[in-house]
């Protein structure tokens, strides 16, 4: 249960909400509007970049999942930071390592090169979402942490939607080392915002502990019965949607539903927008239902359930070309965010940095892994003509990350059922 000190954590401070809102919320939420942008504009320019360089649909996969890999591989160190220094410092510094790698992708040639750079963007976007949680966490009581953070992920919603028709647009007066060495300039300019305008906040959410004390926490994260509870469904609904979204909805909207490249932008366009409203439609929902007694377990396990047949309706061949389907996929593919303000009100607020990370080191190596396995799995097909391939390959890998969901699913109802009673 909140306490009083709890509710009124941004009045004590000396901040009206709308203060926190515009001075806190808003700089992180450029960040994080950026790396969605980062994360699904290659569902876009991959027809181009497979144009201009000699890759394959292995290579493309690869070439993209390497955001997820060094996303994932920082998620440890960037929680202990995150406790330990507070989220200002620590975003400042990560976002001028993205601005890095956008310019390192905006001028490679090879694989190699570009891997590299999209390695580094994905480490230094790593903090946009843990950093502003953990803003959130230190700025707002714990019973808005589902609002809060639901409203704040359209942000990342707003930038996957100019991730695609914006994008495509760009891409005619400029192309795709173009847009990169743009997206480079509009980092560092996000970056110097959230270190010259957010406030320090030392009284509140910072852990005193040693680095070894730290670690002794996210042991105490990994040890609990809470937690491999609720990550796993989130870990496997995450993967696939950022998989998907991120990359593989477009090579099937071309293949599989015949669109050209415009087709293919506008589409994402309508599932971007609708991941927008769905983070949005997920936090109010939360937090209305909550005060109706329903359970945050509950609503996820339903959020899963809608995503899990959205996807089976578009792999049953029911559909191909039709927009709805994919509106429907992003409105309900981030419902299983809701496992974050969970677990983190399940530990105390100094480890709340810790507990988001270790989720989402696990959410990103599970999208690394799917994302470079469904382009494994694509390329055993024999290629149709035109770099395209056969809408079965496509329903076969689709449908084995079905499976793997269903199985987080059922784990996730037994899990749950076996904890103990929650305190009111």
Known sequence: MATQADNNRNQSAGYSIWKVVLVVVLPFAGGYFLSYLYRTVNAVISGRII??????????????????????????????????????????????????????????????????????????????????????????????????????????????????????????????????????????????????????????????????????????????????????????????????????AGPWLADVGGLDSTGVATVLMAMALALTAGFVFTGVAADRLQRMGFSLDRLTGFGAILFIAVQALIVSGLVTSEIWPWVLFGFTSNMTVLVYPRLAQAFSLEMSGRVNTSVNMLVFIAAFVMQYAMGGLIELATPTGADGYPASAYRITFGIAILIELASLAWFVLAVRRLPARKA
Request: proline share 4%.
């Open 51 to 248: 144009a201009d360089l000699p890759l394959d649909a292995s290579d493309l996969g690869l070439l993209t999942a390497f955001y997820f890999l060094a996303f994932a591989a920082f998620q440890m160190p960037l929680g202990l930071l995150l406790d330990r220094f507070g989220p200002r410092r620590v975003q400042t510094v990560l976002l001028l390592a993205a601005a890095m790698g956008a310019f390192i992708f905006s001028i490679g040639t090879t694989l190699f090169e570009l891997s590299v750079g999209r390695a580094l963007i994905g480490l230094g976007v790593s903090g946009c979402l843990m950093a502003s949680l953990k803003a959130i966490t230190m700025w707002f009581p714990s019973e808005r942490w589902p609002l809060v953070n639901g409203c704040f992920l359209a942000t990342g919603g707003l930038g996957a939607v100019a991730a695609t028709g914006p994008v495509e647009a760009l891409l005619s007066i400029t192309d795709w080392r173009g847009l990169f060495l743009g997206l480079a300039a509009a980092t560092i300019v996000v970056s110097a915002l959230i270190f010259l305008v957010v406030p320090e906040r030392q009284e509140v959410g910072r852990s005193r502990a040693s680095f070894r004390g730290q670690w002794e926490g996210v042991v105490d994260i990994y040890s609990s019965r809470v937690f491999w509870a609720a990550a796993p469904l989130c870990i496997a609904v995450q993967g696939v949607g950022f998989s998907i979204h991120g990359l593989w």
